[in-house]
């Protein structure tokens, strides 16, 4: 999907947009099989539908491709999540909420769980996706007052962490219904939060997902 740019104007745009999500969708699925990007160029342009030349219209390397891949699975999610939580004012109960949607989402969007697996922790710190996000909310919840941390760039690198090892790990056995909740407790701990309040924030009902 064409998660963060506006439509093309004219048909030839249009046209060429079109061929390089085939491209990236291309990529995101590959991605998502096998983790590796140890695929030839044909390979690629087959599984988008599109002619070999076609491919070097858009991306210079395969590395380019599966960066835009990564980026744009994790753009779309962040989108997600940001519709999701846009009516929560506690900037904490955000927060959890998105740690314990991240899980929950893991068994309607299977693709972008396993991008984030296999390649969420090289992303952390990048300009799109899941990253920033929470480095907003990190921020937004240290100027209110509701966590007390002293980096937002390593709280989000503790957290980052600390969450893609729990999608991988649900990847890799059965989790406990509860392992999402507990999950966003031990995070607002680690953001400064009392237990007591940690754990009825991280308790409290999530919004629909539509």
Do not use: C
């Not at 969420?120 to 007390?148: M, Y």
């Not at 729990?166 to 999402?180: F, K, N, R, Y």
């Amino acid at each position: 999907m064409q998660s963060s740019a506006t439509q093309p104007a004219n048909r030839f745009e249009r046209r060429r947009a079109k061929t390089r999500q085939a491209l990236i969708g291309a990529a995101r699925q590959m991605l998502a099989e096998q983790a590796g990007t140890e695929v030839s160029i044909q390979a690629i342009a087959d599984r988008a539908d599109v002619g070999f030349g076609t491919f070097y219209n858009h991306f210079e390397t395969k590395d380019a491709l599966f960066d835009a891949a990564v980026a744009d699975a994790l753009e779309e999610y962040g989108q997600l999540l940001d519709s999701v939580t846009s009516g929560i004012d506690d900037p904490a109960e955000t927060f959890a909420a998105s740690v314990r949607l991240t899980l929950q989402l893991a068994a309607s969007h299977p693709e972008i769980t396993a991008i984030l697996r296999f390649r969420g922790l090289q992303h952390v710190h990048s300009g799109t996706g899941l990253g920033p996000r929470a480095l907003r909310d990190i921020e937004v919840g240290k100027a209110s007052g509701r966590f007390r941390i002293a980096d937002a760039q390593v709280a989000l690198s503790v957290v980052g962490g600390a969450v893609l090892g729990l999608v991988q790990l649900g990847a890799t056995s059965d989790l406990p219904e509860a392992a999402g909740e507990q999950t966003a407790e031990m995070v607002l701990r680690m953001l400064g939060l009392p237990a007591d309040e940690a754990h009825e924030v991280a308790t409290r009902p999530l919004p629909a997902v539509s």
